[in-house]
């Protein structure tokens, strides 16, 4: 009697959605987070992305690894007055006016040119053009809704995802005036519900250390301060009524909204939280099922076991109230 052997398929990896929250500076620690993906040889099947995580993500996106994106902007950061002086050409006022306390009819920066610094040459300049699909996120001024954006130009979708009122001025995309995203959605991981298998939520929205040494904030310690107010606050609601599979709340508390100078503090305190990303993909790498298909006969026409996705723990360093 012959014996028909069972066929098992190599392992498959379940597919991940990613999303990357905003945060000014505190976004920087995504980059740790991309080098697990590269690290783990794991190629996320969409991403989405707010401001900052909109920037970032647009490169990871264009098939750019988190070494190349890294090594980009050490160097953009590290030249400091180079960075300051292209900023202030970008200025759609005089800044007579600022220092006059003249009233403003824009903000201050343009975040086109931001963006022109900040993303590496070999980005992708349209949606199509994308290695993974993309999502960005944006407010609109008018509507005062939340936008996503997944196609046409990809520069002026990520410019206005990262268009922080009182600092950039808004960006207008067809026929709309669109300003930072974080406004409405700090951390983007509802927009890629049903996306993959597993969603992973990178939190750079960071939280309050308290006083410190100086009680009472400046004027434009305040201003910076309300943002992240208004982000965590957003994150925090919307986490109370669905989480993602992973929700990495990253520990960059101490660090403000424009601190981009501080590129090595920010990843050496984002340190931890690549390691914990990192064995938690790895444990759902590892407990992940393959899916076993045997003989054609051997079970009848439903004999095929079905794929199991393991249950998963969702990462984070305190929960939301």
Do not use: C, W
Not at 7 to 33: D, K, Q, V, W
Not at 159 to 185: E, K, Q
């Amino acid at each position: 009697m012959t014996h028909r052997a069972k066929t098992t398929l190599p392992a498959t990896r379940p597919s991940i959605a990613l999303a990357l929250g905003g945060g000014g500076a505190r976004g920087l620690a995504h980059i740790l987070m991309l080098e697990v993906f590269d690290e783990l040889g794991l190629k996320p099947r969409i991403i989405a992305g707010t401001s900052i995580g909109a920037l970032f993500g647009a490169a990871f996106a264009s098939g750019l690894s988190a070494r190349l994106i890294k090594a980009h902007t050490e160097a953009v950061l590290g030249q400091r007055l180079g960075l300051a002086r292209h900023l202030l050409s970008a200025r759609s006022e005089p800044v007579f006016k600022l220092l006059n306390v003249l009233p403003l009819r824009s903000s201050l920066l343009d975040p086109n040119v931001l963006l022109d610094l900040m993303l590496p040459s070999k980005v992708a300049r349209d949606f199509a053009h994308l290695a993974i699909p993309l999502k960005v996120v944006a407010t609109d001024f008018y509507a005062q809704e939340q936008i996503v954006l997944d196609q046409g130009d990809l520069r002026s979708a990520v410019a206005a995802s990262m268009a922080l009122p009182a600092i950039f001025t808004p960006v207008t995309r067809d026929g709309r005036v669109l300003m930072d995203g974080g406004l409405v959605n700090p951390l983007p991981f509802d927009v890629l519900e049903a996306s993959a298998d597993i969603t992973v939520a990178i939190d750079v929205s960071g939280a309050s250390l308290g006083p410190g040494k100086r009680l009472q904030p400046t004027a434009v310690a305040a201003l910076m301060a309300s943002s992240q107010i208004l982000q965590r606050s957003i994150v925090r609601e919307k986490l109370k009524a669905r989480q993602p599979d992973i929700y990495v709340d990253v520990e960059v508390d101490e660090f403000h909204l424009l601190e981009f100078h501080r590129f090595e503090q920010v990843l050496g305190a984002a340190g931890g939280a690549k390691d914990k990303l990192k064995r938690q993909l790895e444990r759902v790498l590892a407990s992940h099922t393959a899916e076993v298909l045997p003989s054609a006969d051997a079970h009848g026409p439903h004999g095929a076991r079905k794929k199991r996705l393991p249950s998963l723990k969702r990462l984070t360093r305190r929960h939301p109230a």
